[in-house]
């Protein structure tokens, strides 16, 4: 779809992995589009204008959506976005943030210090993180950590029930029970509910979740499973202490849900933030 574009590999870590892509770009903004996306054609077909714009159009960082091919989600998770190399170069986030500084373990969306990363509400892409049962299983282990937290902080059980955001608390439970319909689906419902289970009902250390080589020692203590018993158990154990619903779709279910979800389907324009839609709704 795009030839001149440049390829950023075997860089060790999220904030380092933008920066190297930032590094490699002959322009102050870029497109960075990770490897498990596959990007629709009509994107390249849009423009970003920012003709009577202020400045924080201009010095943003924008994410749109992507449909995520496991479980039908949309949301920036995986999406195509766009960077400023001045931005990135100056960003601390994942394995780079700054000590005691913990908004930003996971996301980079969950940035305290400024408000020029955006969220977007079209979607341009589907991402595929179900290579493998490992990837599939990472995928749905960080959502399910992920979704928990409260800007980047562990909260108590009690606290969980309280704060977590609607729009997190939706997403968690379709990470938990929907995608056995695709393959390695069941390994990424399993890596949600263990994520989910173990921040929330163990001393993990949540942090961890920032380093992806922490991921390999987790999958050899936990991928030998049998993934099918473990959603099981870790099912009972959320439903009982946190009081998310376990209902695990199966294959015509989990397709039929998909088909039928709606949210957010119908693009507005590349320009368009998640909150201005809102703003608009609560206007209508």
Same mark, same amino acid.
């Given at each position: 779809?795009?030839?001149?574009?440049?390829?950023?590999?075997?860089?060790?870590?999220?904030?380092?992995?933008?920066?190297?892509?930032?590094?490699?770009?002959?322009?102050?903004?870029?497109?960075?589009?990770?490897?498990?996306?596959?990007?629709?054609?009509?994107?390249?077909?849009?423009?970003?204008?920012?003709?009577?714009?202020?400045?924080?159009?201009?010095?943003?960082?924008?994410?749109?959506?992507?449909? %995520?091919?496991? *479980?039908?989600?949309?949301?920036? $998770?995986? &999406? +195509?976005?766009?960077?400023?190399?001045?931005?990135?170069?100056?960003?601390?986030?994942?394995?780079?943030?700054?000590?005691?500084?913990?908004?930003?373990?996971?996301?980079?969306?969950?940035?305290?210090?400024?408000?020029?990363?955006?969220?977007?509400?079209?979607?341009?892409?589907?991402?595929?993180?179900?290579?493998?049962?490992?990837?599939?299983?990472?995928?749905?282990?960080?959502?399910?950590?992920?979704?928990?937290?409260?800007?980047?902080?562990?909260?108590?059980?009690?606290?969980?029930?309280?704060?977590?955001?609607?729009? %997190?608390?939706? *997403?968690?439970?379709?990470?938990? $029970?929907? &995608? +056995?319909?695709?393959?390695?689906?069941?390994?990424?419902?399993?890596?949600?509910?263990?994520?989910?289970?173990?921040?929330?009902?163990?001393?993990?250390?949540?942090?961890?979740?920032?380093?992806?080589?922490?991921?390999?020692?987790?999958?050899?203590?936990?991928?030998?499973?049998?993934?099918?018993?473990?959603?099981?158990?870790?099912?009972?154990?959320?439903?009982?202490?946190?009081?998310?619903?376990?209902?695990?779709?199966?294959?015509?279910?989990?397709?039929?849900?998909?088909?039928?979800?709606?949210?957010?389907?119908?693009?507005?324009?590349?320009?368009?933030?998640?909150?201005?839609?809102?703003?608009?709704?609560?206007?209508?």
């Amino acid at each position: 779809m795009v030839p001149w574009a440049k390829r950023v590999d075997n860089v060790k870590g999220s904030d380092a992995a933008h920066k190297a892509a930032a590094e490699a770009s002959d322009t102050e903004r870029f497109i960075l589009i990770d490897g498990d996306n596959m990007p629709d054609e009509s994107f390249f077909n849009q423009q970003l204008d920012f003709t009577n714009k202020d400045s924080n159009f201009k010095l943003a960082q924008f994410r749109w959506k992507a449909i %995520n091919a496991i *479980n039908g989600l949309r949301y920036g $998770n995986g &999406g +195509i976005s766009s960077w400023t190399k001045t931005y990135v170069a100056n960003m601390k986030t994942h394995e780079a943030q700054d000590e005691g500084d913990i908004t930003r373990i996971a996301d980079f969306c969950l940035d305290s210090k400024d408000s020029l990363y955006w969220s977007m509400h079209d979607c341009y892409s589907t991402t595929y993180p179900n290579h493998t049962p490992f990837q599939a299983w990472r995928a749905g282990f960080r959502e399910g950590v992920k979704m928990c937290l409260d800007r980047g902080s562990k909260p108590s059980v009690d606290d969980f029930k309280v704060t977590v955001a609607s729009r %997190n608390l939706n *997403n968690l439970k379709i990470w938990h $029970n929907i &995608g +056995i319909d695709v393959e390695n689906g069941i390994w990424a419902i399993y890596g949600a509910r263990l994520g989910t289970y173990m921040v929330l009902l163990t001393d993990w250390d949540h942090t961890k979740v920032q380093w992806f080589d922490n991921y390999i020692d987790l999958w050899k203590e936990h991928g030998n499973k049998n993934p099918e018993n473990e959603i099981i158990w870790l099912g009972k154990i959320l439903s009982e202490k946190l009081g998310l619903p376990s209902c695990t779709f199966d294959p015509e279910q989990s397709k039929f849900f998909k088909h039928q979800y709606t949210a957010d389907k119908f693009n507005i324009g590349p320009l368009v933030t998640e909150m201005e839609v809102i703003r608009r709704i609560e206007k209508w």
